[in-house]
T-cell receptor, first 117, second 109 residues
Framework: GAVVSQHPSRVICKSGTSVKIECRSLDFQATTMFWYRQFPKKSLMLMAT?????????EQGVEKDKFLINHASLTLSTLTVTSAHPEDSSFYIC?????????????FGPGTRLLVL | GQNIDQPTEMTATEGAIVQINCTYQ??????LFWYQQHAGEAPTFLSYNVLDGLEEKGRFSSFLSRSKGYSYLLLKELQMKDSASYLC??????????WGAGTKLIIKP
């Protein structure tokens, strides 16, 4: 099956620094990728939709200047958490969309655990 | 290697019961998740099992057997709105998620 990877798998950083998380579709091209944040009660919140070659679409309440998304190629999207604060500590998950319409499937990455000290 | 298997598609009748199975192989284990995803929407959390046994939440129940690397999601009194993809994901010893490809559930009247 299709594989989506994330790097790094976990990161610890100091408050005020920026952290970049990569999401790659390893065996298919994805014009659309999604970034989610998992909360302690396990729910997934969609943060933004990343479209190759264009600006990301952010969900209401997500600061676009804080969570920078770049989808520079058909296999790579990056999420940069700028000026990270302890409240940004979370588990970030990406997914990549393969196919369209009835044939559409989302493949999820393993997640990146961010801890901001 | 790590992997998860679940059926690609299942069909059931409105009002009936359906069981979606999931088998997994992971390096260590820190729980298993079930999510429901409607087309074009974000996944909705359904359940999280880390201990063996059955957990019931209304019409939905989830079962886990750690020794068998097996889980199932049981949906009772099916409604048309239950038509969706159901994702199984296991968390390994590093808390990384290994995702199944999802089971597309089709409910017929």
């Amino acid at each position: 099956g299709a594989v989506v990877s994330q790097h790094p798998s976990r990161v610890i950083c100091k408050s005020g620094t920026s952290v970049k998380i990569e999401c790659r579709s390893l065996d298919f091209q994805a014009t659309t990728m999604f970034w989610y944040r998992q909360f302690p009660k396990k729910s997934l919140m969609l943060m933004a939709t990343s479209n190759e070659g264009s600006k990301a679409t952010y969900e209401q309440g997500v600061e676009k200047d804080k969570f920078l998304i770049n989808h520079a190629s058909l296999t790579l999207s990056t999420l940069t958490v700028t000026s990270a604060h302890p409240e940004d500590s979370s588990f970030y998950i990406c997914s990549a969309r393969k196919g369209e319409g009835d044939q559409e499937t989302q493949y999820f990455g393993p997640g990146t655990r961010l801890l901001v000290l | 290697g790590q992997n998860i298997d679940q059926p690609t598609e299942m069909t059931a009748t409105e009002g009936a019961i359906v069981q979606i199975n999931c088998t997994y192989q992971t390096s260590g284990f820190n729980g298993l998740f079930w999510y429901q995803q409607h087309a074009g929407e974000a996944p909705t959390f359904l359940s999280y099992n880390v201990l063996d046994g059955l957990e019931e939440k209304g019409r939905f129940s989830s079962f886990l057997s750690r020794s068998k690397g097996y889980s199932y999601l049981l949906l009772k009194e099916l409604q048309m709105k239950d038509s969706a993809s159901y994702l199984c994901a296991a968390q390994d010893s590093n808390y990384q998620l290994i995702w199944g490809a999802g089971t597309k559930l089709i409910i017929k009247p």
